[in-house]
């Protein structure tokens, strides 16, 4: 009897509701490791609470969602398996950018070895590698979202959402970020927000506009 081929993120009939508003509504998607899925809307369509939906910020009210398996959001196996980058800068300003990187993996990684080899990876990364040492207040626009994107990788293969990443980041630091980016997708699903069609049509394998709650439209890049 051949297994079921299911996808590796499964979204289906997802509900979402903050205070009185439906903001998400009967929304349903399916994506695989490989694939980089450009999320766009206009402000206020839920791209953002989508996100923390899945980064098991906010709990759903009505819907199903499944990652490599697992159906329980809010668990160790779904964080496992989950990096998450907010729109806002997630650095402790009075530390430096290494230490931020400690900070970070200390949170999200169980193991030692683990959160060893996330701290010596991420410090030879090009991202971030030549301003290590330096405070996350002291830090320009895009030296702050190169730092927020790779302080948030505790996870390579897995889910990655990236929340409006690049936004305020200058074309240096834009370019590095773009083409980690395209590296990631070798190995992980993504999940890309923006407002600049030309960013997901560069990075993406497909595009999918939020409105009225779900999406409205889909297409292959």
Known sequence: MLKENRPYLSIKALDKRLGSREVLKNLSLTA?????????GQNGSGKTTLM???????QTDGGELSLGGCTQPF????????SWVPQEIALDPELTVLDNLRYWAALSLQDAASRHAF???SSKDPLIQSF????A?????????RANLAVSLCVTDGLILLDEPFVGADQESSELMEARILELRKNACILLSSHEPG???RLCTRV?????????SGAEL
Request: glycine content about 10%.
């Open 199 to 201: 960013r997901l049509e």
């Open 208 to 216: 999918e506009r939020l409105e009225d709650g779900h999406f409205s």
């Open 119 to 121: 701290i010596e990876n």
């Open 132 to 135: 290590l040492k330096v405070k």
């Open 137 to 145: 207040r002291k830090l320009s626009g895009g030296m702050a979202r």
């Open 52 to 58: 923390k939906v899945l980064a098991s910020v906010l």
């Open 32 to 40: 695989n490791k490989g694939e980089c899925i450009g999320i766009s």
């Open 75 to 82: 668990s160790s196996l779904w964080r496992a398996q989950t």
